[in-house]
């Protein structure tokens, strides 16, 4: 989720949230000595290139904030295989310190974040009564909408949210479950706006990303010498949910503060970031080092 001042750039975002199964509880994984802190506060930016960025393999550059962690053994051999200890030794470091890494060689497709990309700017630029067909609200927290509120506070933004219930991305509207049923346009609606293959797109990158923050639990059990059973009470079932960013440049709120997302924490246990060529996410930590997340393609 970026946190920053929307007035001077129009920027592009998308966010996936892992969220537990809400039947299952997620104490087995609070840290001794932590009362009320599941895990580690976790935001993990993961651009959408693989191209960019380079350092040695499970090694995170340790002068720069946020660190950067090559996953590609973890993602190759899995987080029990031996392969994979030196990262999860880097990721269990970077969440101890800051809560906070870029990812690369996490295995999402370049090619479909581009697509992606040229989409929803063909989304946003739709005329607001043609968006609102999509419209969250009633019964479904999935949508449309360009009226978010972060603790009470107007975001100078519109989002588009999207996710699985139960475990599985539900493409059928009258799958409501628990957050409420997904709003897509229907395939001849894609076609007439020219926005066609966004819906099996972004299905497709939702899978991914579902991929990366299963991967990232799992190594974080096994930093905290947790089982797989007690990850599978995470990964089952689960609620997690994308979100489509757009940051409007020149767009001014109506009340104060004018910022694209106000200072928050966000729900769920891991948070995937895929960032643009625009600065402006902020983390806050209790490390010294910390501010503003540079852009970084990989």
């Known amino acids: 989720r ?9 920027a592009l975002a998308c966010a996936y949230q892992h969220k537990p199964a809400r039947r299952h ?15 580690w506060p976790v935001a993990i930016a993961a651009a959408a290139s693989l191209a960019a960025v380079r350092s040695s ?9 946020p660190p950067v962690i090559d996953a590609e053994l973890l993602f190759r051999y899995g987080a029990r295989h031996p392969a994979a200890a030196p990262v999860i030794r880097e990721i269990d470091h ?4 800051n809560g906070v890494f870029l990812l690369e ?13 040229v989409l929803s700017r063909h989304f946003w630029s739709l005329p607001r009564q043609m968006k609102a067909r999509l419209e969250r609200g009633g ?9 978010e509120l972060t603790k009470q506070r107007l975001d100078l933004k519109e989002l588009y949210g999207y996710g699985a219930q139960g475990g599985r991305f539900h493409s059928n509207p009258n799958d409501v479950g628990v957050d409420g049923a997904n709003r897509f346009f229907s395939d001849a609606e894609e076609q007439e706006l020219g926005i066609a293959g966004m819906h099996a797109a972004l299905e497709q990158h939702f899978e991914e990303c579902q991929t990366i923050g299963q991967r990232l639990i799992e190594a974080m059990a096994v930093a905290l010498n947790r089982s797989d059973t ?9 609620n997690s949910f994308a979100v489509l960013n757009f940051f409007a440049a020149g767009r001014t709120g109506r009340e104060g503060g004018g910022l694209g997302v106000h200072p928050h924490t966000d729900a769920g246990l891991v948070t995937l970031l895929r960032l643009d060529d625009v ?8 490390a010294p080092r910390g501010g503003r997340v540079r852009c970084v393609r990989g």
């Open 139 to 147: 019964e479904t927290t999935r949508g449309w909408t360009d009226n």
């Open 105 to 117: 060689n996490h295995g999402a497709s370049d090619e479909l974040a581009h697509k992606i990309d």
């Open 57 to 65: 393999l499970g090694h995170v550059q340790r002068q720069q904030f």
């Open 94 to 97: 970077a969440l101890r310190t």
């Open 279 to 286: 600065s402006g996410l902020d983390i806050l930590v209790r």
């Open 230 to 238: 007690e990850v599978d009470q995470l990964v089952r079932d689960h």
């Open 25 to 39: 509880a997620v104490k087995p994984l609070r840290r001794p000595g932590l009362p009320g802190m599941i895990l």
């Open 2 to 10: 970026t946190v920053s001042n929307a007035l001077e750039h129009t």
